[in-house]
């Protein structure tokens, strides 16, 4: 097994190696654009990583990795139309530099382009890691719309966050670790173990997420703390908090989500102190711990050698453990 | 050979066996509601009419028909956000029952639900249906692309605006009839040439479409006329009255393409007068009878029946005849 930065410039290589066509420009230009932002490409990752654990030649992945980053790329593209969302990765996002109907177009072109790219496998891996793909593309936009409809109720449970986010963006590390034992032609079982504990991994870093947003440290965690305090942001911990918190803590919770941006300090800090007197920070790093356990439990399972389950344990490591 | 209603009534029925998860019901009902709007279901006709014409099964065509079906019907929904076109088949567009984003994120759907179901083919059609499918729909996304591109520049050719409504139209036609034919087993001379015939249709219909917009008559051409005049839409005529107007004609067209909207019955007699004396009636009239002579053309080279052949002459007849 080789080691994150290895399989990443594998990745790095073949997205540089696209052929957009030129014209029309507008059509290929956000597209090429969108690619050229970077980011950790984990996904990808752990298609060729996957492959090469089951005895696979990760090679032969480098299409179904190359179309995964592509699709998860264009998700990106479309919910930041949605979100209105003005920056991705330090640059202006799409529908900022170009506008709204170049978005929504450019962002369709990249669908079918990710849906070509993952079809570049041979013939008798056609249908599994099309099958594969299609189900796990449904299943995101599941997720993006429970998320959207999550923003307009106050009664959202726990479970249903859990569900929201296993879909919008845990089945994507499923499908990425899958897509990467298909092509090693690993077994059902494999397959399935491989597929769970990369859902269970992104169970973990999503909640992980929720947590840096609040208690993480702004130098390492690479943006401003408490974004998602300040935009009420139905997160693991906005959800249990409106569950759990009585009295004072209920009444001035509420208070804190009507009242107006420019008390933003004080409510970061505020409903920050609510979430400790609730428990939350102990909740949330138990929860993550859980979830990042199952990973680890269920990677023990999958048939691969020592180097490589190191490999995966490394990885798993690197991401729940991370400061940013 | 069946007649057209008979493959229409397959269609709808199967157009009405798609089962929607019920939830998220954001996600799933705009699809639902812009599948039973109706339409005249010209792309899966085509695709049943072919395969029954080349010696196959239409009933093993049914899921590349409907796929199609699905895939024209996202374009439509997109598009409708992109031009903020308010209504669609006398009802309200996805955008305005629903709101913006939920027309872009079930539009994405649509789109990934239409691939899977033109992938419910026998396992050796599935590389040659989903290429044709992945590349037409990357043809259409250029079409529109240019269609938007046009609306900024004064200063396209003729040529350029047929290859736009050939991507943005046509393809899409052939890809139908090109999809029939895979799954009847048709050979590559067949397959090819009854594309070639639904390019030329289409490229016939788009410049009729062109033409009952001005010289129509409402009672049959079920809309308003005038409506292409009145938006400064380019068309083939006004490209063409662009083209070749001089002097007086060429200072007048450019008065009414920049007057206020209140000038609107007076714009559009104005125009069409203009229209008529560049002999643009005779030369779109012209255009429409080429391409149609073409499609008959390439249809009388390909093998089949007298019997089918003289289904698919009915119906370019009905398609290029029409009064709406």
């Known amino acids: 097994m080789q080691n994150y930065n290895h399989y990443l410039n594998l990745i790095n290589e073949a997205i540089g190696n696209i052929k957009y066509p030129e014209q029309p420009a507008q059509l290929y230009a956000p597209i090429a654009y969108t690619m050229s932002l970077g980011g950790k490409r984990i996904r990808p990752v752990l298609t060729l990583m996957t492959c090469e654990a089951m005895g696979g030649d990760p090679s032969h992945a480098i299409n179904a990795a190359l179309g995964i980053e592509l699709f998860h790329n264009f998700t990106l593209l479309h919910d930041d139309v949605m ?4 920056v991705r990765r330090g640059k202006p996002t799409v529908h900022v530099k170009w506008n709204d109907n170049v978005a929504i177009l450019s962002g369709d072109a990249m669908l079918t382009m990710a849906t070509q790219i993952v079809s570049r496998v041979d013939d008798d891996l056609l249908r599994p890691i099309l099958d594969l793909f299609n189900t796990t593309a449904m299943e995101i936009y599941e997720g993006q719309q429970w998320d959207m409809d999550f923003e307009q109720r106050s009664d959202v449970t726990v479970d249903e966050y859990i569900n929201m986010i296993r879909l919008k963006t845990s089945v994507l590390l499923g499908c990425a670790c899958k897509a990467g034992a298909i092509v090693a032609h690993a077994d059902e079982r494999n397959a399935s173990l491989i597929y769970n504990m990369a859902v269970n991994l992104g169970l973990a870093f999503q909640l992980q997420d929720d947590y840096l947003d609040v208690w993480g440290d702004p130098a390492t965690f690479g943006k401003e703390t408490g974004g998602d305090i300040s935009n009420n942001k139905k997160t693991f911990l906005l ?86």
Chains 1, 2 share one sequence.
């Open 83 to 86: 979100d209105r969302a003005l």
């Open 239 to 324: 959800i249990n908090a409106m569950n759990r918190a009585t009295g004072d803590d209920a009444t001035e919770l509420e208070q804190w989500l009507n009242i107006d941006e420019s008390f933003h300090e004080q409510k970061i800090a505020a409903v920050t102190a609510i979430y400790e007197r609730l428990g939350l920070k102990e909740l949330s790093r138990q929860a993550i711990e859980d979830y990042s356990q199952r990973a680890i439990n269920l990677l023990a399972q999958v048939d691969m050698s020592d180097d490589a389950r190191q490999a995966f344990q490394a990885l798993i490591a690197k991401l729940i453990n991370r400061e940013k």
